[in-house]
Each structure stands twice: as structure tokens, then as C-alpha cells.
């Protein structure tokens, strides 16, 4: 009986295992310009999870806890990844710059607590960031869910 139940489920793990994987998004490369003149890196664009500028870099996050640096514009990598179909929602940091999310990467959105820099007014959990577990935003958490309704 015990073996038949195994059979029945393997059998049932296999069947269910390539509709799971056809759910998964194909991987999509954009070629990445990274600092100080190194060769091109390929980056799976659905796997970035934040970008934003810093330090005279565009700074992608992304799900593997890595983050790459770039010599490329904010604006440029940002077209590039969301024609490769990354969904990105725009908000502002705490030094008024853009910074994009990756919308299926959001997991929780908050008031700030005190912990945020002057000026923040929302917490954004996203799953992936390097060094943090939220981006401090100057939009309010009605704002940044309004915006997050508005992105394609």
C-alpha cells in the first residue's frame, strides 16, 4: 500500500512538474555596461529587483542578493529591462532620484518607522535587496500603491 501511495505520487509529481516550470517566465538577457571599463556582463532582467542611481552608478539589485554596478544611465537600463518585460513601478528616494521597483518582487508596503532617514514616508519590503529588506521612499504608502496601480 505504501509503495503504490509513492508511486501515485511521484507519478502526480512528474505530471504537475513541467506545467510548474512552463509558469516560470523564460530568462531574458540585456547586455550591462559594468564600471571601470570591464567587459559587458549578461543580466536576466527578470531577475532584477531594484535599480536606482548612486555614487555616479546605476545600481541593479536583483533576486540572487548580487548587485551590479553600471556605467549606463538610470533611464537607459530602465527601457532595456522593461522591454525585456520587467514590470517596474518609478518612486522617489530619500534624495528626491528615482528609484524603480520590480513590481512582482514587492512584498510588503508600510508607514516608515523611525529606523528611515528624514524625509521618508513609506517602507517598501522587496525580496532580493543586498544590504537592506526595504527601500525608504518619500511617497506615502496611498502613493506608492497608487503608483504601483498605474504601472504597466
Same mark, same amino acid.
Given at each position: =500500500? ?8 511521484? /507519478?502526480?509529481?512528474?505530471? %504537475? ?17 559594468? =564600471?571601470?571599463? $570591464? ?7 527578470? @531577475? ?11 545600481? %541593479? ?9 553600471? /556605467? ?7 527601457? $532595456? !529591462? @522593461?522591454?525585456?518585460? %520587467? $514590470? !517596474? ?13 520590480? !513590481?512582482?518582487?514587492?512584498? !510588503?508596503?508600510?508607514? /516608515? ?7 521618508? $514616508? ?22 506608492? =500603491? ?7
Amino acid at each position: =500500500m505504501i509503495r503504490r501511495r509513492a508511486l501515485v505520487l511521484s /507519478s502526480l509529481a512528474l505530471l %504537475l512538474a513541467p506545467a510548474a516550470a512552463a509558469q516560470e517566465p523564460p530568462a531574458r538577457f540585456i547586455e550591462l555596461q559594468p =564600471m571601470e571599463g $570591464r567587459a559587458a556582463v549578461r543580466l536576466n532582467a527578470l @531577475q532584477v529587483v531594484r535599480i536606482a542611481r548612486l555614487d555616479g552608478a546605476t545600481i %541593479l539589485d536583483t533576486t540572487a542578493y548580487v548587485q551590479q554596478r553600471s /556605467s549606463e544611465a538610470l533611464e537607459a537600463v530602465v527601457r $532595456r !529591462l @522593461q522591454s525585456a518585460g %520587467l $514590470r !517596474l513601478v518609478a518612486l522617489t528616494d530619500l534624495n528626491g532620484a528615482r528609484t524603480y521597483l520590480a !513590481l512582482d518582487r514587492i512584498v !510588503l508596503l508600510r508607514p /516608515s518607522e523611525e529606523r528611515h532617514a528624514a524625509g521618508a $514616508r513609506a517602507a517598501i519590503v522587496v525580496a532580493g535587496l543586498r544590504f537592506a529588506t526595504d527601500v525608504a521612499v518619500r511617497e506615502t504608502v496611498a502613493e506608492a =500603491m497608487a503608483a504601483i496601480a498605474a504601472a504597466p
